[in-house]
């Protein structure tokens, strides 16, 4: 069973919370109301995940994480308000080490979260299963390739920017637990000169989608932006799924590709899904197509990238060490006869291989 400490200054969040685990299996063996308290809890108890509250007196959500990650690791989840402030409030904590976020209704609103019961456990237990050790936080330098595109250059290369990169190159990512450090790490890495068009589906909840392309664009040399519901995507620019939509990519023209909101019912009990996005894609694109799954639970994205091997296009794969949540990953490798198995810290090496690998 599953052991969880929950850190929040409402009694009423904190009660509704702990029903909602234990009526699905997880036991509460912790309720913090404040920061520090929430810090000396964690530390004794040795929970498997803790929930942790943005606002909270004492400490800051962001501060109990830096402290918890510092001096006992510990697989936590941020309960998130939705608001602007709490939303990058969120992203600097998923930063300072937690594995994911769920969004809190506003106020004390419990019936509002108890609709939410299900999703709620199942982010939880997969938190909990997250490892949050100092190893597999560094990168690794060693990788497994399963075809001729696993022959990237060793870690800490330099990647050769100088190269062409032909046939109007389209990458696809598809992330989830644990995903958002590593999308922003291998976005920040790929070369602005390659010319990618990018497509990214990250599970997240709307209204933080849009703050995490912000977020993105601030961050990397590509222009990315939250899909609005019909873009046209050209080279150097990226596109991420908005929360609650998924994205289908409806055309290819002149080297650009072209993605409209798709209202179909969730695959996999999530929207936006990745399939969606890599299945399309394959049916679609005309230049060169790859995709890449990380870190997340579930198996969203394996037939995804299934078709898009089918098609011809180059598969990537994160790797156990290095993934927070080794599910969709694991599930992609097993499926999928795949290019290459990379750790988070080669996977943007890893995709200017693949497409340097490729003629016109």
């Known amino acids: 069973m599953v052991r969880a400490v929950i850190a929040d ?55 109990v994480i830096e402290r918890v990650m510092a001096d006992n690791p510990t697989p936590m989840l941020v309960i998130s308000s ?3 402030k709490n939303a990058d409030a969120t992203f600097d904590a998923l930063e300072a080490g937690a594995v994911d976020f769920i969004a809190k209704p506003s106020g004390d609103n419990s019936v509002d979260i108890w609709s939410k019961q299900d999703e709620i456990v199942e982010q939880v237990e997969a938190v909990a299963s997250a490892d949050v050790s100092k190893a597999t936080e ?56 390659a010319g990618l068009r990018i497509l990214v589906v990250q599970h997240m909840a709307d209204h933080y989608t849009e703050r995490f392309a912000k977020r993105l664009n601030d961050r990397t040399a590509y222009d990315i932006r939250e899909a609005t519901g019909s873009d046209t995507i050209g080279p150097g620019e990226a596109v991420l799924a908005k929360g609650g939509k998924h994205m289908a990519v409806t055309g290819w023209r002149n080297g650009r590709v072209t ?35 990380m870190t997340g ?20 794969v994160q790797d156990e060490a290095t993934s927070r949540v080794y599910g969709m990953p694991k599930v992609a490798a097993e499926q999928v006869d795949v290019d290459m198995v990379l750790p988070k810290g080669r996977l943007a090496e890893g995709v200017v291989n693949a497409f340097r690998g490729w003629s016109a």
């Open 138 to 193: 560094s990168n690794r330098n060693t990788s497994t390739g399963t075809g001729s595109g696993a022959s990237a250059a060793g870690a800490g290369s330099t990647i050769d920017v100088a190269a062409e990169f032909p046939n109007d190159p389209t990458l696809v990512i598809g992330a989830s637990t644990g995903g958002p450090r590593v999308v922003e790490q291998v976005l920040s890495e790929l070369p602005e000169r």
């Open 259 to 293: 993605v409209e909101h798709d209202d179909g019912p969730k695959r996999h009990n999530v929207k936006p899904a990745i399939d969606v996005t890599m299945e399309t894609a394959a049916e679609t694109v005309r230049g060169n197509l790859a995709g890449v799954i």
């Open 9 to 63: 200054d409402s009694a009423v969040m904190r009660e509704t919370l702990g029903k909602i685990l234990e009526d699905g299996g997880v036991e509460v063996v912790g309720r913090a109301k404040n920061g520090t308290e929430a810090v000396a809890m964690i530390g004794r108890l040795e929970p498997d995940v803790a929930t942790i509250d943005i606002q909270m007196p004492g400490l800051t959500g962001h501060e």
């Open 297 to 316: 639970m579930g198996a969203d994205g394996a037939e995804g990238l299934g078709a898009i091997k089918a098609a011809g296009g180059k598969a990537i």
């Open 82 to 84: 939705q608001t602007t």
